[in-house]
């Protein structure tokens, strides 16, 4: 089993920044893409920045520029640095993570972290 624990929400003005960690912990499993989504009042969840383990990342459009994923596969954790924050921004984040174990060979599992609230005011 595996658990992804997110930290690093909170409160911010606009044109702060917030950087968001989701640390994966278990045994025996490799991660291969890890990711931010987030949903807010009204809205479907949706991806915010992903990052595979060769750390090649791709950004909603509405980040690129401000938000910046990286990981540390050695940890097992994820980042998401996120500068000039606005108002719209301002959602519960949640952090994914693709995983497999060693058997069943080939099966890939998707784990969700409980979320982190972001509020961003005007």
């Known amino acids: 089993q595996v658990q992804l624990v997110e930290s690093g929400g909170g409160l911010v003005k606009a044109g702060g920044s917030l950087r968001l960690s989701c640390a994966a912990s278990?045994?025996?499993?490799?991660?291969?893409?890890m990711g931010w989504y987030r949903q807010g009042p009204g809205n479907q969840r949706g991806l915010v920045a992903a990052?595979?383990?060769?750390?090649?990342?791709n950004y909603a459009d509405s980040v690129k520029g401000r938000f910046t994923i990286s990981r540390d596969n050695a940890q097992n954790t994820v980042y998401l640095q996120m500068n000039s924050l606005k108002p719209e921004d301002t959602a519960v984040y949640y952090c994914?993570?693709?995983?497999?174990?060693?058997?069943?060979?080939?099966?890939?599992?998707?784990?969700w972290g409980q979320g982190t609230q972001v509020t961003v005011s005007s």
């Open positions: 278990g045994s025996s499993f490799s991660i291969n893409t």
């Open positions: 990052i595979n383990a060769a750390g090649s990342a």
């Open positions: 994914k993570a693709l995983i497999r174990f060693p058997q069943p060979p080939g099966v890939t599992y998707q784990y």
